[in-house]
């Protein structure tokens, strides 16, 4: 079984030196130990490792929300959070960042091992997703057809670009669109092309 690789951010020594520990006994690779934000971000560009764990609270001008909410943009991974602070005004401001799970401390192995689990079968889900929209998307553009697909409420999701050019509409501009109560010209070009099948 291949080792999951995990970036450490904890700006408190022993607590580091203890989760490095618990992540060595649970079979893991910690591939680094950083202090601040800016340094986790800079390591998970680097590193690219499988998961962060991250204090939310950390030495520095940015703190662990604003770090995980960087690497999730920059990086696309995975960030649990580990904390001491579980007030709901944190909890709120943690939810910004997406997180992938939230580990009060003091971190109990069999609960971090838990949440490690989730978290990877959460991203490995996410990323299995994304690539099927994308499968889904490129299929929908490349059918010779017009193509408007449209949510649970009949507002425009997406459209290809034979339908763009018998609209004149782009996919952007029709977007969450009422084709119920649609301005007459993409309403009338929508029944249109659906009479010349």
């Known amino acids: 079984m291949k080792k999951i690789r995990i970036l450490v951010v904890e ?16 079979g893991h690779e910690v591939v680094d130990i950083v202090l601040m934000g800016v340094d986790a971000i800079a390591q998970a560009e680097q590193l690219r490792p499988d998961l962060v764990l991250m204090d939310i609270m950390l030495a520095g001008d940015m703190d662990g929300v604003a770090a995980a909410g960087e ?7 995975p960030v649990l959070f580990i904390t ?23 971190v109990v192995e069999r609960y971090l091992r838990v949440g ?10 996410e990323l299995r997703l994304a690539e099927s929209e994308q499968w889904f998307s490129t299929t929908l553009a ?3 057809d017009a193509v408007i697909a449209t949510d649970a409420r009949g507002k425009v999701s997406f459209m290809n670009p034979l339908a763009e050019q018998l609209t004149g509409w782009s996919s952007s501009e029709a977007e969450g669109v009422d084709l119920v109560f649609a301005p007459d010209g993409i309403e009338s070009l929508v029944y249109n092309a659906g009479d010349l099948a």
């Open 11 to 26: 700006d408190e020594g022993i607590i580091a030196a203890d989760l490095a520990s618990i992540l060595r006994r649970l």
């Open 71 to 77: 690497i999730r943009r920059r990086c696309h991974l």
């Open 84 to 106: 001491a602070h579980t007030d709901p005004a944190t909890l709120s401001r943690a939810k910004l960042a997406e997180p992938y799970g939230y580990i009060a401390k003091p």
């Open 116 to 125: 490690i689990e989730m978290a990877l079968h959460k991203h490995a889900m």
């Open 142 to 144: 490349s059918i010779g």
